[in-house]
């Protein structure tokens, strides 16, 4: 390394071509250019700067952020939650109350996920409809094992895809009336 420092600092009025791959560059060397030329790197190497590896780190972590702000706008997995939970006790607690026999369990998924849609702040379609189908499945397998086995588990995917379908309505429903409660006239 010395020795390529050693070829650039050459008198100050010497003039000087330098190759840098399929580029040849002529220019005088002057004072503030011998001065560079100590801070020369290798251009084959692979080395960073800590300036370098600063901005490096500051872009990826903007990206990450950036990034994991999208997933978090996509998906919320606190939401999700308090979905499914909804979803749960409004099958088992609500639907249990309410006598309609097999479809009361859907009116209770309508009714508690209708009700924290319309106090929710953000649109949790996503959200909701997961949790119906989890909530569908589970009630299918629970109360019916026996037909969910001897069907071949399709049982179980109608009731996921009903309870999909009735949570995705109740989150509809509610958002739409919260919208027109809170829209100004």
């Known amino acids: 390394m010395s020795e390529r420092t050693d070829d650039l600092t050459r008198d100050s009025e010497a003039k000087e071509s330098v190759d840098?791959?399929?580029?040849?560059?002529?220019?005088?060397?002057?004072?503030?250019?011998?001065?560079?030329?100590?801070?020369?790197?290798?251009?084959?190497?692979?080395?960073?700067?800590?300036?370098?590896?600063?901005?490096?780190?500051?872009?990826?972590?903007?990206?990450t952020g950036r990034m994991r702000g999208r997933v978090d706008d996509a998906f919320s997995l606190s939401s999700f939650a308090l979905n499914a939970i909804g979803a749960l006790v409004g099958t088992f607690v609500i639907g249990g109350a309410v006598p309609l026999g097999p479809f009361s369990g859907i009116?209770?998924?309508?009714?508690?996920?209708?009700?924290?849609?319309?106090?929710?702040?953000?649109?949790?379609?996503?959200?909701?409809?997961l949790s119906g189908v989890l909530s569908?499945?589970?009630t299918t397998l629970l109360t019916t094992i026996t037909l969910s086995v001897v069907s071949g588990g399709l049982l179980p995917v109608a009731g996921g895809v009903a309870g999909g379908l009735v949570a995705v309505l109740a989150h509809y429903a509610g958002r739409d009336l919260q919208d027109g409660l809170t829209r100004d006239l």
């Not at 580029?23 to 290798?42: C, N, W």
């Not at 009116?107 to 409809?129: K, P, Q």
């Open 20 to 63: 840098v791959g399929d580029l040849a560059v002529d220019d005088r060397i002057d004072d503030t250019a011998t001065e560079f030329s100590t801070d020369v790197t290798d251009f084959g190497s692979d080395r960073t700067t800590d300036t370098e590896r600063t901005a490096t780190t500051e872009t990826d972590a903007g990206v």
């Open 107 to 129: 009116v209770g998924v309508f009714l508690a996920l209708f009700a924290i849609s319309l106090v929710s702040r953000d649109s949790r379609y996503v959200e909701a409809g």
């Open 136 to 138: 569908g499945v589970l």
